[in-house]
């Protein structure tokens, strides 16, 4: 596979070009070039640049707004339900986050769950816009259905995240930013691409048997939950990923389970729909609400420590803390640029042409 | 096995008079008697009376406090600390969730976190208490360690359930209750009974091997995480487990990861404790705080209706709505009575004698 490296400035300009294009407001373009971004720069490379195409495709079907009118419409001192209008989830989430915090700030927590949004990007971009604020962050989304629960033949849930952030003291932010599936799409597009079998228990086939093909959610197959089969705790991960699902969307009004509209352009959404969009959940909850930050900071530092020290199973592998990867990557890639793959290139500079922007 | 069916009532007047002799007042008596018997009933028999003997020697050994002073320590408009006293997490985690549900009540919202507490029994008892009150309830607490993170050789952080549960219209409650390890304890309990391997992907023995034996615990080796292993999400099941142990002991000030005190009173607590006690979290969210509880309500029926009638991978199945096999056990058994099996009988009787009090 070639990899082309760009500096981080040159993807930014690229990437508010296309939502300026698209119409958005500088502000929002802005904004959600810096989702995108933050994505790659921490690794996940999935949920990035290479999704800008996807976005492009979905406005011109008039699924996404590029001028949504995101506002309250439900509210109560530390709770609110968010219309994002059809917008991006990339504004729709950071300003239902910022309500959560103002809420925060005041009250000790806030709560908002949204409706009528759009793939919002990585969880974790939200959660930490908390903990810059010494806050404590939560972030989730429903996502279109992928996902069979246990002992179902049928895709009724996404791998709908859940991400949990902490601000550490002298370490970087724990991060607990996951899919609730077994494993996410991007793994078997990944192992579909080099042409090599997955692990059994990360799919079944159309006809619910398990199976090691990369391609079966091609064929009418399904992603299995985090625990894969019953025997392993799959109706956890269905538990999970049914919990994200209520918060998200039966909470604010949003399509939840099957109706969730599918991410790509030319898939249909369900013509009778149970609500309006996809749906998220965020939350904010002020460290010294509980405890001083500094104390919090310097309990998790020594928890950090004591995870890293432990003693493992093989003496090349030391316990991750969650998120320590991701923190990384973006280390790194702020320095050295972000790596794109061949065909991700091409896609955008496709997309460059068509927009009339510069090519990257 | 021998079964020894019980009324509830009777079982409630044992129960209650083991906590008066242990000296608890009869409020106190009264509701750790409620959390055990609920238990009983929804089909969760390890957490129920059971344990009554152990929390005795745990009494004995001056690790329960039978008459704690459980007080606030630090709140804000919707956050809030509590002391627990070193009393029955019985009865501290019940006195954290009420005061979640009257800040809910007033701003939308409220969130304890727990130091100084013990054992709270079941998860999904203190969230129903919000559910009842038209609230979305959640509970967490931290356990004594017995599983290890991914790549870990070393026992760092417990089974620590999550519990969300929501009230549903025409339908019992959807209550996600789960231990974040890919079993529970018990479930290596019953197999060590039946003489039975366990399924690979439960645990490891003291070298970090994989094991199907289900007495590796007692010989060193440690549950896995939900997920089981790396390629199947491990490092998932691990985060949600320091989710759960940073909002419980980190940020409440009780021990966390490996200095949780054991369960067991044979076992001594770890002699350079980082918190007091163990920790739990509880919340409480009003549902009209971001919609009608109507609107909620029957699309949450909806939701329940459009997952049971799911096309399933063997006709002899349905898929299950989370909480609904606890919700069949207690319909059940608050009729039929609960049953026991002879050796918890013995103990009881047992226990009975030593404190004086009618045998079961």
């Given at each position: 596979m070639t990899f082309h490296t760009f500096p981080e400035a040159h993807l930014r300009k690229f990437t508010t070009d296309v939502f300026l294009k698209m119409g958005c407001t500088p502000t929002h373009a802005d904004l959600a070039a810096d989702v995108l971004l933050r994505s790659d720069l921490r690794g996940i490379d999935s949920h990035g640049v290479a999704r800008l195409s996807g976005y492009i495709r979905l406005w011109e079907k008039e699924?996404?707004?590029?001028t949504p009118d995101i506002r309250v419409v439900h509210e109560t001192a530390t709770t609110a339900t968010v219309d994002g209008d059809a917008g991006l989830g990339l504004v729709v989430a950071p300003f239902a986050m910022k309500i959560a915090m103002e809420k925060a700030a005041i009250y000790g927590s806030g709560w908002v769950s949204v409706k009528n949004s759009n793939h919002f990007g990585i969880a974790g971009y939200h959660a930490l816009m908390a903990v810059e604020k010494d806050m404590i962050g939560i972030s989730m989304t429903n996502a279109s259905p992928l996902v069979a629960p246990t002992y179902a033949n049928e895709r009724l849930l996404g791998t709908n995240p859940m991400c949990y952030a902490f601000p550490a003291g002298k370490y970087p932010p724990v991060v607990v930013d996951m899919a609730t599936s077994a494993a996410a799409n991007g793994k078997l597009e990944i192992a579909s691409r080099a042409n090599k079998p997955i692990p059994d228990g990360w799919v079944q086939n159309k006809d619910g048997k398990g199976s090691t093909d990369p391609n079966e959610l091609k064929t009418g197959g399904s992603l299995l939950p985090l625990g894969s089969d019953k025997d392993h705790g799959s109706h956890k991960g269905y538990g999970l990923s049914a919990t994200v699902d209520i918060l998200s969307a039966v909470l604010s009004g949003a399509n939840y389970g099957p109706w969730v509209p599918p991410f790509v352009a030319f898939l249909d959404p369900p013509s009778d729909p149970v609500g309006e969009g996809i749906g998220h959940f965020l939350g904010a909850m002020r460290i010294d609400g509980f405890r001083p930050a500094a104390d919090f900071k310097s309990h998790l530092d020594n928890w950090i420590e004591r995870f890293k020290s432990a003693g493992t199973v093989d003496p090349n592998k030391q316990v991750i803390i969650p998120g320590e990867p991701e923190y990384g990557f973006e280390q790194e890639r702020v320095l050295k640029g972000i790596p794109l793959i061949d065909a991700v290139v091409q896609d955008l500079n496709t997309l460059a042409d068509k927009l009339q922007i510069d090519r990257l």
């Open positions: 699924r996404i707004n590029a």
